[in-house]
């Protein structure tokens, strides 16, 4: 214990070990004050009184817990049951709180505005959109794409399609010119 408060006094500002004493962990515990023989009889005396009673107590109460638990068990009160009543309760007690009413008015708030919002931007977006088809540039884009479109699609009086050396000769196809983009196409080996 020496070696214990030797090392306290090199390092005061350190927390007492697990199962130290802080009050002697500090310094030696000064004497006690005083007393004659009679009161240290007295004090003797309340102390055991003290101790048994808390003994009697801690006896009444285990007998009051064995009691409580017999009277649930024949109401047939599980611990699952008193788990769910005081969930319930619980839950009862946080919704009608005014704390939790003020927050789901709150966030009910906010959910129609952010509704509000989104809608705005969805009819934004579709004004810009059209205002992007209607443009001359697009309209441009889109005349271009429907003439390449004419000029890409093999008309259906010079090929029939029951023949296939028809289709070979008649000209190079969207996929014959897709998939040879640098030059004319050329034709595919026999196996």
């Given at each position: 214990m020496e070696e214990?408060?030797?090392g306290i006094q090199q390092h005061p500002d350190s927390a007492p070990e697990l199962g130290e004493d802080a009050v002697t962990s500090v310094g030696p515990a000064p004497p006690p004050p005083a007393i004659t023989e009679e009161e240290r009889q007295e004090l003797q005396e309340e102390l055991f009184k003290v101790e048994d009673e808390i003994?009697?107590?801690?006896q009444?109460?285990?007998a009051k817990e064995r009691q409580l638990a017999d009277?649930?068990?024949?109401?047939?009160?599980t611990p699952l049951n008193e788990l769910k009543q005081n969930i319930t309760k619980t839950w009862q007690d946080v919704t009608t709180s005014n704390a939790?009413?003020?927050?789901?008015?709150?966030?009910?708030q906010a959910?129609?505005?952010?509704?509000?919002?989104?809608?705005?931007?969805?009819?934004?977006?579709?004004r810009k959109l059209e205002d992007v088809r209607?443009?001359?540039?697009?309209k441009s884009f889109e005349g271009r794409v429907d003439t390449l479109k004419t000029k890409m699609t093999p008309s259906a009086s010079t090929t029939?399609?029951?023949?296939?050396?028809?289709?070979?000769t008649s000209g190079p196809t969207s996929g014959t010119f897709l998939n040879q983009p640098g030059g004319p196409p050329t034709p595919e080996p026999l196996i």
């Open positions: 214990a408060a030797k003994l009697t107590l801690s009444v109460l285990a009277l649930k068990r024949k109401l047939g009160i939790y009413r003020r927050t789901s008015e709150t966030l009910s959910s129609l505005k952010a509704g509000a919002a989104i809608s705005n931007v969805g009819s934004v977006f579709s209607n443009a001359p540039t697009f029939d399609p029951g023949d296939p050396g028809d289709q070979e």
